[in-house]
């Protein structure tokens, strides 16, 4: 077994997801008990939940929840999506409330280092009204969310909906507002890598720390397919990109970096996950 290395300075690693069943030793995907086992295994202390899947739990498994959070020394990084870009102004705002209600209640219980949160139905190709009205309603609807949370750091993905440097200006418009950093979902919208992680950089808060490799479809009409591998497998520069995030980003000692891991269709899951523990010791060691 490959265990973490310390990580650089008091950044935090964890797991977002995908949670193969090999990794929860039977157990269902929604045993947090065995996420928990699974991390503390390989010295990492961070997953997630949406503040929606807490509303749905009773209050007995939420209890134990935080409980084994708190016993463990674990953090549950929660997040939600922003409101619909067809929605009222009244319904926008509700929706903002029902989520600042739900970081008021959680929070603190999850021991949250980063709530993050995902444009919800927008994206850039979409031609529903202009990016500066979009950007007018995220800040409008994000604002006062941000400003609940107080000393917990919210940050808005970029979830193959915008480019980066279209994130950055939504950020930009909401005080308080950083950067989750996909390292690959750029390849899904056709961004450079690099080029996302230099935008990114000066904003990012966390990252969902992914790779992909690219493959050019074999039918018309012309587009490339992605697969999922161990990270450093891929095309997501992930050596250039981490080394250009602890160097710009103002969060470099307090990093939330949550590994993404999609394996490859003929991959074992275990040996995906040893491979991509051990490439990130190399990256924590500057050995790549």
Request: charged share 25%.
């Amino acid at each position: 077994m490959v265990e973490l290395s310390t990580p650089p300075k008091k950044n935090t690693w964890g797991l977002a997801h995908a949670w193969y069943p090999e990794y929860l030793e039977g157990h269902p995907a929604d045993d947090f008990q065995a996420k928990i086992r699974f991390l503390k295994r390989y010295g990492m202390t961070t997953f997630i939940c949406s503040f929606d899947e807490l509303d749905r739990m009773s209050k007995e498994r939420r209890q134990d929840l935080f409980a084994a959070i708190e016993a463990e020394a674990m953090e549950v990084s929660p997040h939600f999506t922003c409101c619909s870009m067809a929605a009222s102004a009244d319904e926008r705002k509700r929706e903002a409330q029902r989520i600042a209600g739900q970081i008021d209640t959680y929070a603190l219980s999850l021991r949250a280092p980063l709530i993050a949160c995902t444009a919800g139905d927008s994206y850039r190709y979409d031609r529903i009204m202009s990016f500066e009205e979009k950007v007018a309603r995220f800040a409008e609807f994000l604002g006062p969310i941000v400003a609940t949370a107080a000393d917990i750091r919210v940050a808005i993905e970029n979830h193959a909906d915008y480019y980066v440097s279209e994130i950055v200006k939504i950020i930009q418009a909401v005080p308080g507002l950083g950067l989750l950093f996909d390292t690959a979902n750029s390849l899904h919208i056709g961004e450079h890598p690099y080029k996302a992680a230099a935008d990114a950089a000066p904003y990012t808060m966390g990252t969902h720390f992914k790779d992909h490799v690219m493959t050019r479809g074999s039918a018309p009409p012309l587009h490339y397919e992605i697969e999922g591998c161990a990270l450093g497998e891929g095309d997501a520069m992930l050596a250039k990109c981490y080394r250009e995030i602890l160097d710009k980003s103002p969060y470099a000692d307090r990093l939330v970096m949550l590994i993404e891991l999609f394996k490859g269709e003929k991959e074992d899951s275990l040996e995906c996950w040893e491979k991509s523990v051990k490439f990130i010791n190399q990256l924590i060691a500057g050995d790549v």
